[in-house]
């Protein structure tokens, strides 16, 4: 299995819902990213777990809340959203020694309304 | 400061022409990783192709090769005979340190739009 899955695909939520991304891999991969996408701009770093720990949090505000279950799963817990976060969520993993080995997820495109 | 600049927002070309997407970084990490990928609109990141620091030659997979200038920092990206699937989104990315160790996040350029017409 070489794939990064995320889900789901498509969500869209109120204001005050509380709903979560998805996102596994059994590659065997140690480092696991969560990425923000607005539309035709860059990833923007917003996670990263290394050894299921939280290695990096990059200002991200609380209403984004990161867990890392083990080293397969990774999930992003969303409560409170804005409008302005809506956008399109990427989930990468990376192999400690592997110069190429970073795999992207295909993505949720997240609407807040 | 950026550390990876893409300074063309949108290109245009003819199919079967070859085209150059110009990527340049800033690092002071000897030891480094450039990276290319195309977003389509459909939102998937898909990796083109790789380029470490020390490697000797500069890298091609098929129709794509990177013209890699390390006293420049230059890592431009070259796709032959253009085809009309290859109209994308094109990000430049770099990791900084010889692995993609503890958790080394990938940069990414601001991207250029590559339109490619019959």
């Known amino acids: 299995d070489t794939e990064v899955t995320q889900t789901p695909k498509h969500l869209v939520m109120g204001m005050t819902n509380k709903k979560s991304l998805k996102c596994e891999q059994h590659?065997?991969?140690?480092?696991m990213y969560w990425y923000k996408q607005k539309a035709k701009k860059p990833p923007e770093l917003m996670f990263v777990?290394?050894?299921?720990?939280?290695?990096i949090n990059e200002s991200v505000p609380s209403r984004f809340s990161p867990e890392c279950p083990n080293s397969s799963l990774l999930n992003l817990h969303l409560h409170a959203l804005q409008p302005e976060d809506s956008a399109l969520y990427l989930c990468?993993?990376?192999?400690?020694?592997?110069?190429?080995?970073?795999?992207f997820g295909s993505g949720t495109r997240l609407t807040v309304v | 400061a950026q550390k990876i600049t893409q300074t063309q927002p949108g290109m245009f070309v003819q199919e079967k022409e070859a085209v150059t997407l110009d990527c340049t970084y800033d690092?002071?990490?000897?030891?480094?990783?450039l990276f290319w990928y195309k977003q389509p609109s459909s939102g998937e990141m898909i990796f083109l192709i790789y380029?470490?620091?020390?490697?000797?030659q500069n890298a091609t997979e098929g129709r794509y090769s990177l013209n890699f200038q390390k006293a420049r920092k230059s890592a431009n990206l070259v796709i032959s005979a253009s085809q009309l699937g290859d109209s994308a989104m094109y990000f430049c990315?770099?990791?900084?340190?010889?692995?993609?160790?503890?958790?080394?996040?990938?940069?990414f350029g601001k991207g250029t739009t590559l339109s490619v017409s019959s």
């Open positions: 990468a993993s990376s192999q400690d020694r592997d110069r190429t080995g970073y795999t």
């Open positions: 590659m065997g991969h140690r480092a």
């Open positions: 777990y290394s050894y299921e720990k939280l290695s």
């Open positions: 690092t002071s990490d000897p030891s480094y990783g």
């Open positions: 380029q470490g620091s020390y490697d000797q």
């Open positions: 990315a770099m990791r900084e340190g010889p692995f993609a160790q503890a958790g080394t996040a990938l940069i």
